[in-house]
């Protein structure tokens, strides 16, 4: 499984960034896909993801009403690609965006820290300033 993630940027407050990770493998459709953010001198935090089993999304209550994440598969089963649209974005959204791909649901949005989660793509930096 690969993870390619890109997006990002610096944007004043209450504007808006779109990420988008492309995921790719063998195995792709039998993992769950998320993005973590992680603050300077912060663990990592669960920020969104999307379900395998019902196919919805799921958002921390940090992001909730803000966020909005999509996802399609450019590339057939192959591959699956989540984009994460973020709106009316606050300096406290400020970190480093990874995207995560877990077989497990538990570790996707629970995980401390995203401990045990089985790929993380390469992180892209989200800045918001006041």
């Known amino acids: 499984v690969q993870l390619q993630a890109s997006g990002g940027g610096v944007v004043q407050a209450g504007g808006s960034l779109r990420l988008s990770c492309t995921a790719s493998g063998r195995t792709i459709s039998t993992y769950h896909l998320g993005w973590w953010r992680q603050a300077p001198g912060e663990d990592r935090e669960f920020v969104a993801a999307v379900s395998r089993g019902n196919k919805q999304p799921y958002y921390s209550d940090t992001v909730k009403g803000r966020f909005a994440l999509y996802e399609d598969h450019p590339e057939g089963d192959l591959e699956d690609r989540i984009s994460l649209e973020m709106n009316n974005l606050k300096p406290e959204d400020t970190a480093v965006y990874f995207c995560?791909?877990?077989?497990?649901?538990?570790?996707?949005?629970?995980?401390?820290?995203?401990?045990?989660?089985?790929?993380w793509g390469k992180g892209t930096q989200v800045t918001v300033s006041s």
């Open positions: 995560a791909a877990s077989k497990l649901w538990h570790t996707m949005v629970v995980a401390r820290g995203g401990d045990g989660m089985d790929f």
